[in-house]
């Protein structure tokens, strides 16, 4: 019998997250991100498949740079609220697809059609086989298509330890809300303050900028990195090796934070 993982509620955070702050501003920063790594002025002619849709920014964004259609899905039935939140909007758009679904059940990637670019933010390595789910998001990929994804890396120089933040995110989705403010609270003070209270006004300006880099928000960042369970960490050198083996070559790769960005093209057979 399989065992059943417990999930952090990303879709719940997402939720919140959009429905407070959603703004136009947020929606070009993350469509300019994507496209400023994609080495594109838009997405014409590309159909878009969103992976882990979470918050549905991202497909929102792919949908304002003029994908011809998206196909969002994600694990969270709340997330799929979320997304379709945003999908309210702007009128419900007919080139839009939004649903539940998992990119570890075989039958449902299987009942996918292909993409030219399938996209997978920030996801796989929360799913508690992040091989396979590499594997079953770049089997939606058209042949020449692009497959864009970004993990986090085990490259990276943590301290503390991965190991110490895979403790941390169990002790988070095991807690209560009191108990998760406080941690919040606790990586605030030792993380971002390095607890020294002078180091307040640089906090300050560093979360009124938070959203320049994808259009996303420090505290539902903050939540998402310490509940973000369960959690794998990937070595670069590794991802592209498995991808290569599986039919694809690295065209771009963004390292240096937390999530390594990847973008893959799929070469014919």
């Known amino acids: 019998m399989e065992q059943t993982i417990k999930h952090f509620e990303f879709g719940k955070n997402w939720l919140q997250f959009i429905e407070k702050n959603l703004d136009q501003e947020r929606i070009n920063i993350s469509k300019q991100h994507m496209l400023n790594f994609l080495k594109r002025s838009d997405l014409k002619n590309l159909s878009f498949l969103d992976i ?61 059609p292909q993409f030219d670019l399938v996209y997978s933010w920030g996801v796989l390595h929360h799913t508690g086989d992040v091989w396979r789910g590499i594997r079953n998001a770049a089997s939606r990929v058209k042949p020449n298509g692009l497959f864009y994804i970004a993990l986090y890396s085990a490259d990276m120089q943590i301290d503390p330890t991965p190991e110490f933040w895979l403790q941390v995110k169990q002790k988070y989705i095991a807690s209560g809300q009191f108990t998760r403010c406080a941690m919040d609270f606790w ?11 002078w180091n307040l006004p640089a906090l300050l300006l560093r979360i009124h900028d938070y959203k320049k880099s994808r259009g996303m928000n420090f505290l539902t960042d903050i939540r998402d990195w310490l509940g973000g369970w369960p959690m794998e960490f990937v070595y670069d ?7 290569k083996k599986i039919g694809f070559r690295l065209e771009n790769i963004k390292t240096g934070e937390a999530n390594t960005e990847f973008l893959f093209i799929k070469e014919k057979r």
């Not at 969002?72 to 080139?95: E, L």
């Not at 990586?187 to 209270?197: A, E, P, Q, S, T």
């Open 187 to 197: 990586y605030i003070w030792r993380f971002c303050m390095n607890r020294k209270l």
């Open 237 to 243: 050198a590794e991802v592209v090796k498995f991808c």
């Open 52 to 112: 882990g849709c979470g918050s549905g920014l991202h497909s929102i964004s792919a949908f304002e740079a003029q994908a011809s259609n998206i196909y969002s899905f994600d694990y969270d039935p709340i997330s799929v609220k979320a997304t379709q939140y945003i999908q309210s909007k702007i009128n419900n758009p007919k080139k839009w697809h939004t649903e539940q679904g998992s990119v570890l059940d075989n039958d449902y990637i299987s009942s996918l």
